[in-house]
């Protein structure tokens, strides 16, 4: 079935230091694909997306690119700041019965960032 | 805009009890989701509507239910807690077919004693 894969955490990081978390999938068809952010305390939004192959997603500084032939959507950023510590969340959308565009989660990456 | 809204933000419940969870949303969206969150297995979708009046299990429905009277509201029923329903409940909204893009609630943190 459609799953998503994504690093274990956490990640701790010096504050200007070169953010990678991996993502990898296993979806029939031509999936959608996300990254969402969860800071402490909060509930989830969505940090960028991409909807077909070899579409780059990017929002406040970090960036995503959908590789079908590696099946993969790793999210990076250059340079991560204190701001930048929660938990992120790769997911796929996959249509459904009702063409509900069901999300497939994966199990959340905590990264801490340290001045 | 409120986006969406969770009420209560706490609760504690003994064995047993019921409770109501409620959420709202003033986007005027189709698609509402009840998500539990619980560490190490991320996010689990427990029920969800595709529009007012209409209701359908996810991954783990058993021991919930839920009702979509309106179409800005979404609540979500246990009608008997257990402790294994110990959680952090997201409900979540989606505008419609050709829109991806999920808004979160701040969540419900329930205990079950």
């Known amino acids: 079935g459609d799953s998503v894969t994504q690093m274990e955490g956490p990640v701790t990081l010096s504050e200007e230091a070169f953010l990678t978390i991996n993502c990898t999938y296993t979806?029939?068809?031509?999936?959608?694909l996300f990254w969402y952010v969860q800071y402490p305390g909060e509930g989830l939004q969505l940090l960028l997306k991409?909807?077909?192959a070899d579409d780059k997603g990017s929002n406040k500084g970090f960036e995503a690119t959908y590789r079908k032939e590696t099946t993969s959507f790793h999210l990076e950023k250059g340079s991560v700041q204190v701001s930048d510590s929660a938990v992120y969340f790769c997911?796929?959308?996959?249509?459904?019965?009702?063409?509900?565009?069901?999300?497939?989660w994966g199990l959340g990456t905590s990264l801490a960032v340290n001045p | 805009n409120a986006g969406v809204t969770q009420t209560p933000k706490f609760r504690v419940l003994k064995t047993g009890q019921s409770m109501t969870l409620l959420c709202a949303q003033d986007?005027?969206?189709?698609?509402m989701y009840w998500y539990r969150q619980d560490p190490g297995m991320g996010l689990r979708l427990i029920h969800y509507?595709?529009?007012?009046?209409?209701?359908a299990k996810g991954e783990v429905p058993d021991g919930y239910n839920v009702s979509r009277l309106k179409k800005q509201n979404f609540l979500l029923g246990l009608e008997s807690a257990a402790p294994s329903q110990t959680s952090v409940y997201f409900c979540?909204?989606?505008?419609?077919?050709?829109?991806?893009?999920?808004?979160f609630g701040p969540g419900t943190r329930l205990t079950v004693t």
């Open positions: 979540a909204s989606r505008g419609t077919v050709e829109v991806y893009e999920q808004y």
């Open positions: 986007m005027n969206h189709e698609y």
């Open positions: 509507s595709v529009g007012e009046g209409t209701t």
């Open positions: 979806a029939t068809g031509y999936p959608s």
């Open positions: 991409a909807t077909k």
């Open positions: 997911a796929l959308s996959v249509n459904n019965a009702g063409n509900n565009r069901k999300l497939i």
